[in-house]
């Protein structure tokens, strides 16, 4: 069984910063992809970014240049920075792994970005 747990969220002012971390139990986590999605009420869940386990990364190109995602394979945990965050980027934030053709999806993290 696979466990991811997000962290990180919380209201910031339009321009700031946060850091998300998604740590994962297991130790299958250092040999997987990991994404980052987020969602709205009442939207599809959108996807933000990937790492791979060698730590090449990809990310929508609307959020290239503000976010970064990267992985500490010792702490299991992946990470997602983000910067110059706008109104829009308000959304619940949830990390993905796929273990054994299997989804696993941690439980979200609220960001909320004030203007």
């Known amino acids: 069984q696979v466990q991811l747990v997000e962290s990180g969220g919380g209201l910031v002012q339009a321009g700031g910063s946060l850091r998300l971390s998604c740590a994962a139990s297991g130790s299958i986590f250092s040999i997987n992809a990991v994404d980052w999605y987020r969602q709205t009420p009442g939207k599809q869940r959108e996807w933000v970014a990937y790492i791979t386990r060698g730590g090449i990364t990809n990310y929508a190109n609307a959020l290239k240049g503000r976010f970064t995602i990267s992985r500490d394979n010792a702490k299991n945990t992946v990470y997602l920075q983000m910067n110059s965050l706008k109104p829009e980027d308000t959304a619940v934030y949830y990390c993905?792994?796929?273990?054994?053709?299997?989804?696993?999806w941690g439980q979200g993290t609220q960001v909320t970005v004030s203007s």
């Open positions: 993905k792994t796929v273990f054994l053709s299997r989804d696993y």
